[in-house]
């Protein structure tokens, strides 16, 4: 595992940084035009979420997994953008589908697809961005392509347990993190992974990246379930989970009080019941604000936030085998910033 990755150790850091800067342009200059249709229409649409920005983690993961790997010429330069178009592209894609089974209205701060063009456009633009990072992916070999296909499927099996729920007897917040494990966690996993795999990364090298992008999955999730009730300065509303009837982990730990003085948290955060139509009453607005005072004075918060740092250092530490330098300080930097992004 160390002579893959020695070169990275004795990188200057500016000199690590220009370089991992200018591939991140590339990368975003590539994605626009990887999503390029001859249709007008599905142009514009398919490049909606892109253009309304994003924290291209997923692509930086997959740079950063790259300086494992002994291969750092310019044709693995271009094999790790496509790798990085790829997880990004499988990303977006799962949001146009996401907002469309969430009813969503907002994106990045921006009106959600499904809002502006119709829920069946915005699922057959979803469906076009896999079919454009299925088409890559083929570019990048066999072990590749089944490594993205194992992790599609389980994204697929994670939405589909998100959507069926805990099945009867199984504990609601071991179902929350397989969910999450599944539908979050496996595409960055797989962004450290293919990362290592296109610059020639043993094995070895390849699990452990993987083993720490799963762990970094969970507590990038995590931390947004916290953001999600502790901040009102995201691109989405806050609340969000609470009306869409998701229980989160703070929801799931405020959920198991035994506390008489959450009797009313409690109440707001039981189920709502059928509506008036026979249908599914979502909570009211003065009902979210109101769980959502409650929650932010809860020790639930505090909770969740010691349990995504446990989790940011299990992250870390599992970096440890490989030598020091500027990819691996990278790396162990967005433990930090995950955490630090929830207080």
Known sequence: MAANAASVSNVDIADFEAVVRAQMERIEAELLTAVEADNEVLSEAAKHIIEAGGKRFRPHLVVLGSKFGPLQDRAAEGRVATGAIVVELTHVASLYHDDVMDDATVRRGSQSANVRWGNSLAILVGDYLFARASDLLTDLGMDVVRTYADMFNRLVRGQIAETVGPADGVDPLDHYLQVLADKTASLIATSTRVGAMVAGADVPTQDLLADYGEQLGLVFQLSDDIIDITSDETGKTPGTDLREGVDTL????????????????????????????????????????????????HPAIAEARADVERRAEAARRILDPLPDGPAKAALADLCDSVVTRTS
Request: aromatic share 0%; charged share 40%.
């Open 250 to 297: 703070p929801i799931l730990l405020a959920k198991r009080s035994t506390d008489p003085a959450d009797s009313r948290l409690l109440e707001l955060l039981g189920p709502v019941g059928p509506a008036a139509d026979g249908g599914k009453r979502e909570r009211t607005e003065d009902e979210v604000a109101e769980a959502l005072d409650l929650l932010r004075k």
